[in-house]
Nanobody
Framework: QVQLQESGPGLVQPSQTLSVVCSVS??????????WSWIRQPPGKGLEWMGF???????SYSPALKRRTSISRDTSKNHFSLQLTSVTPDDAAVYFC???????????????WGRGTQVTVSS
């Protein structure tokens, strides 16, 4: 069973870049038919999809966050990462990584999730 685990700094200063890493085991981030996503949940709010990276390295981002968001990967480590620039306190959230599967047209159905890592934005 594929497992995902987030890791991050815990605390990021305003205007700086937030970086979190998702470590994947028992499954390859290069396997066709899956996309690897970042989702966040601010306190008291719902889940917000941020973007994903495909098995071929292509990416897609939420329009609301595209300007500040970059998802990358290290295939040798089977990791994928999120960078969010120019953070504000509104970016404080629990950040999750998750695997999506393809229905032939869209990536849907978040089968596997990490436990999430909390990121606080504070000076």
């Amino acid at each position: 069973q594929v497992q995902l685990q987030e890791s991050g700094p815990g605390l990021v200063q305003p205007s700086q870049t937030l970086s979190v890493v998702c470590s994947v085991s028992a499954g390859s981030i290069t396997t066709l038919g899956y996309a690897w996503s970042w989702i966040r949940q601010p306190p008291g709010k719902g889940l917000e999809w941020m973007g994903f990276i495909r098995s071929d390295g292509g990416t897609s981002y939420s329009p609301a966050l595209k300007r500040r968001t970059s998802i990358s990967r290290d295939t040798s480590k089977n990791h994928f990462s999120l960078q969010l620039t120019s953070v504000t306190p509104d970016d404080a959230a629990v950040y999750f990584c998750a695997r999506m599967s393809s229905n032939g047209l869209h990536f849907v159905d978040f089968h596997s999730w990490g436990r999430g890592t909390q990121v606080t934005v504070s000076s």
